[in-house]
């Protein structure tokens, strides 16, 4: 039987989109001396999403305006990193043709837009009075952000440690 992938699989079973150009390019561009920007500048908004249910929680327990407060500014500066981070992962979508090809990067893209449109609401919801908007619809939209945070943080890492996208070898 006539075999063509280097793990000899039967030429009918070859996967196409594993043939096309590039597919193997999976390497960061976006990077410092091979250091992918996007790994670097994830942790702010995952670590602020966090801090936003904690200062949610302490309100709640506390009564202090100032966790509600703080809330605000974590929600904020969490989105506006995410929005960071987001750009720096787009870039590298669409410059890298070996992530472009792989549709578990598009499944991370919609994840984390999801993510960045509910850190986005739930900065601008505070936005008209912070204090008041902590409970309940606050720490709710709060503890799904976590949720989701959570889950985008650990498929990206899907994508680095199983299927080696933006390593600095590639794939
Ligand atoms: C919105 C567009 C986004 C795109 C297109 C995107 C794309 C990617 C890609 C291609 C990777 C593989 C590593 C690399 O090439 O740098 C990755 C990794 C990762 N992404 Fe995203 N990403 C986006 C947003 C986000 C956001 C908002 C978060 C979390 C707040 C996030 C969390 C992660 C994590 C934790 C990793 C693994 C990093 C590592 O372990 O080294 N991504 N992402």
């Known amino acids: 039987m006539a075999t063509e992938d280097k793990n000899d699989a039967p030429a009918d079973l070859v996967d196409p989109i594993s043939q096309l150009p590039g597919f193997h390019e999976t390497e960061s561009r976006i990077a410092v001396h091979g250091h992918p920007i996007h790994a670097m500048s994830v942790a702010f908004p995952v670590a602020l999403t966090f801090c936003v249910f904690g200062a949610d929680a302490l309100y709640w327990w506390t009564g202090d305006e100032f966790w509600a407060r703080a809330a605000l500014w974590a929600a904020g500066t969490g989105f506006l990193f995410g929005m960071l981070a987001g750009f720096s992962g787009t870039a590298e979508i669409l410059l890298v043709p070996g992530i472009r090809k792989r549709a578990p990067a598009w499944t991370h893209f919609i994840i984390a837009v999801t993510l960045l449109a509910l850190l986005g609401t739930n900065w601008g919801y505070r936005l008209f009075g912070y204090e008041q908007a902590v409970l309940p619809y606050g ?14 943080g650990w498929h990206g890492g899907k994508l680095v440690f199983d299927y080696r996208l933006g390593t600095s070898k590639g794939s």
């Open 139 to 152: 720490i709710l939209l709060s503890a799904l952000c976590v949720l989701v945070v959570s889950f985008t």
